[in-house]
């Protein structure tokens, strides 16, 4: 596989502070209440991390795993479970943390299957969002970065299993 230099689109320190603001926010959202925080795996585990720090109100971290990418840098139009959270959220107040919504059909497929499962609400937080990508209503309670429609990388995201590690949000560029 040809690896490729990242150019960088969003700073470490622009995500610190604006995940910053998005767990003051989250505390005053729920300031008398539990949460569970539900990460989607892979890409989101970066992002989740850093806020939940920033979030001051007890929480349970549960995980799921979902995927319509694979190896692609285009969604595959379908939406495959891998890894289903173990929690109960009945009656419980749910925050999906998410790396990215583009299309949005992965979110609005996460929210079909936990709304069945009765929880008291459901809130979405996403580090990133193209909006020219959205194919299905999808309603960001907690947004980091509105970006253009370039393939990212860094921060959580990969691409085939790549560049996760990075510390900040790139874009990849052939030939550099």
Request: glycine content about 8%; some cysteine; overall charge negative.
């Amino acid at each position: 596989m040809e690896l490729y230099t990242p150019e960088a689109l969003i700073g470490e320190e622009e995500i610190a502070l604006r995940i910053e603001a998005l767990g003051k926010a989250i505390t005053q959202d729920f300031e008398n209440e539990d949460l569970v925080v539900i990460c989607v795996l892979k890409g989101a585990f970066m992002f989740c991390s850093d806020l939940i720090k920033k979030i001051n109100r007890p929480l349970k971290l549960e995980f799921i795993s979902l995927s319509s990418y694979g190896d692609s840098t285009n969604s595959s139009g379908n939406v495959r479970l891998e890894m289903d959270i173990t929690a109960n959220i009945e009656g419980k107040n749910v925050i999906i943390v998410e790396d990215i919504v583009d299309t949005g059909l992965t979110i609005k497929t996460l929210m079909e299957l936990l709304s069945v499962r009765n929880p008291k609400t459901v809130k979405l937080a996403s580090l990133l969002f193209k909006p020219v990508k959205l194919k299905h209503k999808v309603n960001i309670d907690y947004l980091g970065f509105e970006i253009e429609d370039k393939f990212v990388i860094g921060y959580g995201l990969d691409y085939a299993g790549r560049y996760r590690e990075l510390p900040y949000i790139g874009i990849l560029n052939a030939g550099n």
